[in-house]
């Protein structure tokens, strides 16, 4: 008897502040590698680690990820952390994508170098390894290191490096610094349009 393979999904958090060629890499090679099937981006709600921080509003960050991902057959975005409301745990992510997509699914959540480091203190951090496997990708000036995570279930993986982050995209607009070729084209046009990190 032929069994249906399991559909393969990778699932990409972030605060996407804004989205930038760096998440869109990490995310295009792990699908590459992992033999994806589709990655789910999900824009967070409110970052609990970010909580001192001003953060773009939600509707801003949720479009400017559906512009930059639009192309992509394999890429697609969610609205699950957005429209929970309250501050976004990853824990919840992952259990909303189990219940969208069902139980034939296997979910990797990919993560760069700096989160991955972080993980073990997130809230229900025993739990999120039992839902999803992790993949950590090598991030510029942060090291890559399995700082004791659980056996089997998070993969390290080397993705083209890009010195990118969307605080430095913010950075450079407020001092009247180009972003072209650091975000999509879309994106630049999007930030000009709204006078987004203007202050
Ligand atoms: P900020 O500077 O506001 O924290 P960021 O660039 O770190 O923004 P996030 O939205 O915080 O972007 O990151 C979402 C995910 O993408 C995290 O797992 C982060 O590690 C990963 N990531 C971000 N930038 C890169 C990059 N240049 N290379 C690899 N992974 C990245
Ligand atoms: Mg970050």
Known sequence: MVTMSERRVGIMGGTFDPIHHGHLVAASEVQHLFGLDEVIFVPTGQPWQKADKRV???????????????????FRVSRADIDRGGPTYTHDTLRDMRELL????????????????????????????????????????????????????????EVPALAISST??????????????????GIVQYINKWELYRD
């Open 56 to 74: 773009t509003a939600a509707e801003d960050r949720y479009l400017m990820t559906v512009i930059a991902t639009a192309s992509n057959p394999r």
């Open 102 to 157: 069902g139980t034939g699914a296997e979910l990797f959540f990919i993560t760069g170098a700096d989160a991955l480091g972080q993980m073990l203190s997130w809230r229900d951090a025993e739990e999120m390894f039992k839902l999803a496997r992790f993949i950590g990708c090598t991030r510029p000036g942060h090291v890559l290191a399995d700082p004791g995570l659980p056996e089997g279930r998070v993969s390290l993986v």
């Open 168 to 185: 430095e995209v913010r950075d450079r607009v407020r001092a009247g610094e180009p972003v072209w070729y650091l975000v999509p084209d």
